[in-house]
């Protein structure tokens, strides 16, 4: 009988031991996860346009800007690719071709599209409709026009391409056609930065693009490889939005891939142009 006991209160013991252990486990794991969890007062960063970043001087900086939006279906296509691909752009906008319900979403939907996207000014009639001799001419109608478009399509930075002009103004420095330089001076003077280009993907009768994607990435190889950008290690792309419709999406993407193979390449809106950075 006493055997017996005794082998009771034993096997009670080594119960009240194991569970203890497994309490005591718990409990540190408990303590664990909620150390692990983030704190509530943890701040993130969110990026606004016009904002500045750290560009690293070993990449080589592609800006992809495309002008004349919006213009169905081409601006929703360039779009689409843009995101599949998880590139960056920028869509340099035309007040008056906001003349729709649905066109007002596009713009919209580019606008809260960054950082991806940076939606841009590229005034509001085209200069009067591709009247450029005249709209240069009067340069107060012309800052009229161009703070019209801003206003229109709600442009959340100061950064504007002219109409038909290659025309860069950066922090008070002035490079373009003599016929812009008036308007330029304005801008600058009213804190705006002009953006040309350095290579242009073209387009002949009815937008259809020049251009294969094999040649244009080829371009962009080439110019970047010599040295004759405008600023150094980065290049502005110009392109039209309307040139890509249904038919010419896939050489778009596949422009966009080809770019993609190189390492050192990196997409990026033209807020973060270097020369428009520098100045910050």
């Not at 085209?126 to 005249?134: Q, T, V």
């Not at 002035?174 to 304005?186: A, D």
Request: net charge positive; glycine share 6%.
């Amino acid at each position: 009988m006493r055997m017996v006991m005794s082998k009771l209160l034993a096997k009670t013991a080594l119960t009240l031991s194991v569970v203890a252990v497994f309490a005591s486990c718990k409990g540190d794991g408990a303590k664990e996860n909620k150390t692990d969890k983030p704190a509530k007062d943890s701040v993130v960063t969110v990026l606004k346009p016009g904002s500045s970043i750290k560009l690293d001087p070993a990449k080589k900086y592609v800006y992809l800007t495309w002008d004349d939006g919006p213009q169905p279906p081409g601006t929703t296509n360039c779009e689409e690719v843009f995101r599949e691909e998880g590139v960056k752009a920028t869509f340099f906008m035309v007040g008056m071709h906001q003349f729709s319900p649905s066109r007002e979403r596009i713009v919209d939907t580019i606008r809260n599209s960054y950082p991806q996207f940076l939606l841009a000014n590229h005034s509001h009639s085209h200069g009067f409709r591709d009247h450029y001799r005249e709209f240069y001419a009067n340069p107060d109608s012309a800052m009229q026009d161009i703070y019209l478009g801003e206003k229109e399509l709600k442009v959340p930075v100061k950064i504007v391409r002219l109409p038909g002009m290659n025309s860069w103004v950066e922090n008070g420095k002035i490079k373009g056609p003599h016929s812009s330089l008036e308007v330029c001076k304005r801008l600058g003077s009213a804190g705006y930065n002009a953006v040309g280009w350095d290579l242009e993907w073209r387009f002949g009768r009815r937008s259809v693009p020049v251009q294969g994607a094999e040649q244009m990435a080829k371009e962009v190889e080439d110019i970047l490889a010599d040295g004759r950008t405008y600023a150094s290690n980065a290049v502005v792309i110009l392109a039209h939005d309307r040139m890509f419709r249904d038919q010419y999406k896939d050489s778009l993407r596949k422009f966009v891939q080809i770019l993609k193979t190189h390492p050192d390449y990196v997409f990026e809106t033209i807020d973060h142009y270097p020369l428009i950075q520098k100045g910050k």
